[in-house]
């Protein structure tokens, strides 16, 4: 998943890293993730939105893979997690099981509705050609709920 960037690179770098440093200014900078007294090898691109070490750290990437290598973090998802927190923001990354849960419960009881009350038209038929018609449709797996539900409309009537 990607994440829309609750900071950018150089306001994080300013507020979290080093506040003397502006990276809209000046791109390339001493890396302050190894020590680098001489180089400039921590580089920021504002056209590609990224960043880079070239030296010792040989990372660089988005400001979560910023934040991740600023504290430390295993993950990127930890890393997102932690950003949002520290910036007070909320975010998610990704659906809860539950809500999952309630929307495949949802589909799934649609689905077994449909096709219960397709099997109960065409037993109630006892038309041939509303069994073949009603095979195709459930040959398609999964099969098509707007499929199921012209079967239903076309065939009700005929059973009522």
């Known amino acids: ?5 609750p900071i950018t690179i150089p306001e994080y ?13 000046t791109h390339n900078v001493p890396c302050p993730f190894h020590n680098e007294q001489s ?3 921590f580089t920021y691109s504002a056209d590609k939105n990224i960043w880079r070490c070239w030296g010792a750290c040989h990372f660089g990437g988005d400001v979560f893979a910023l934040h991740q290598l600023h504290y430390h973090l295993h993950t990127r998802e930890s890393a997102i997690k932690s950003l949002y927190k520290l910036l007070g ?3 998610e990354l990704v ?5 999952r849960a309630v929307h495949i419960d949802k589909t799934m009881v649609e689905r077994n509705t449909l096709y219960a009350r397709a099997c109960e ?4 038929l006892k038309d041939i050609d509303a069994y073949i018609e009603l095979d195709y449709i459930l040959s398609k797996v ?5 499929d199921i539900k012209n079967y ?4 009700e009537v005929k059973v009522s």
């Open 1 to 5: 998943m990607n994440y829309e960037a």
């Open 95 to 99: 659906p809860t099981f539950e809500k």
């Open 13 to 25: 770098f300013k507020t979290y890293v080093d506040p003397s440093v502006d990276l809209t200014v």
């Open 121 to 124: 038209i065409a037993n109630n």
């Open 89 to 91: 923001k909320d975010y």
């Open 142 to 146: 999964p099969f098509d709920t707007d």
């Open 39 to 41: 180089g400039k090898s």
């Open 152 to 155: 239903i409309q076309k065939y």
